[in-house]
């Protein structure tokens, strides 16, 4: 039997878990679906990430709404993802934040993304109707931009670490609190995607900043919270392992002169014994596998992907 394509075929709801990480501090994961969180300012709110549309983001401002009825000063969006910001008008955030890199990228191909992955993982997008349009941030930043949180809060500092999921991620660390938000940059027990990324150096030195952090609590982009420091270094560690399984098995068939389709079946291969059961493994191999292959070729930045393209790869290697 085909396999499905990506994740059309995951329809079930998913087990939703709301935590306080810290005084103010709160993170929603839900078993593998994009993670989001909100910190506490003493009279406004940072949400961190933005869901698929702005119904899906509304159930979430639902649950907040709970514990907090400050407004959102800040949206922060970590990267240009469709299923991390098409929710963005449900905050009324006065200030939307991104990295310069994801500006360009919402302009160059958000459209695009936002069909590629829609057809991907129809799931996430709850009504889809309720996209107003893309998501534009009205502020970018290169290396970090500070957020005073008033009173004896603390900050909360937004910073580059280098290419990595994509060419312009931006994590959220709160050094009081010791809580990093890391969005696609590090997944806990969830299966990474990279067919937007650069693995050189996301497995090197970006992965080597996220981790200079120090982090105690770490919300990674899927997959539960990491708490306490030997859960947060092993977030990181079976992050990097997964980019070296890739970069070993695709990089073996790519120097042979082998196929495509060779390079993907060493790296299911190589993978699936620890990761294979995690979430959007399946989904997510062959784009990971055409990316890393293009960038063994040279190509210096990430093609870009359409709903047609989506298409074409898993045909090749899923099926
Ligand atoms: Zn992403």
Known sequence: MPKPFASSADLGDKQRSFEELAEGVYALTAEGDPN????????????????????????????????????????????????????????????????????????????QDW??????????????????GLTWPTATFSDTFTIQLGGDRGEVVLAH?????????????????????????????????????FHRDWAGATLDRVASFGARVLVGGRGAVARGEREVAAAVAQTRDFLRVMLTEVGAAHGRGGTLKEAFEGAHRALAPRYGAWPIFEHCL?????????????????RVWTAERDREVWELLQT
């Open 161 to 197: 670490c280098g290419r990595g999921h994509t060419e312009g991620d931006l994590v959220a660390w709160l050094p009081r609190q010791g809580v990093l938000f890391a969005g696609d940059l590090v997944e806990s027990q969830a299966a990474l995607y990279t067919g937007d990324a």
């Open 36 to 111: 989001v969180g909100a910190v506490e300012g003493e009279d406004f709110l940072v949400c961190f990430e933005a869901m698929a549309t702005p119904v899906a983001a509304r159930e979430w401002l639902a649950t907040l709404r709970q514990r907090t009825a400050k407004p959102v000063r800040y949206l922060v969006l970590s990267h240009y993802h469709a299923v991390r910001v098409l929710g963005a008008s449900a905050f009324g955030a006065e200030v939307i934040v991104a990295h310069d890199k994801t500006r360009e990228l919402i302009a160059e191909r958000g459209e």
């Open 286 to 302: 062959p784009f990971n596998v055409s990316r890393l292959w293009d960038e063994l070729d040279g190509v210096e930045r990430p």
């Open 115 to 132: 069909a590629s992955e829609y057809g991907r993982m129809p799931r996430l997008f709850k009504e889809p109707s309720s996209i107003p």
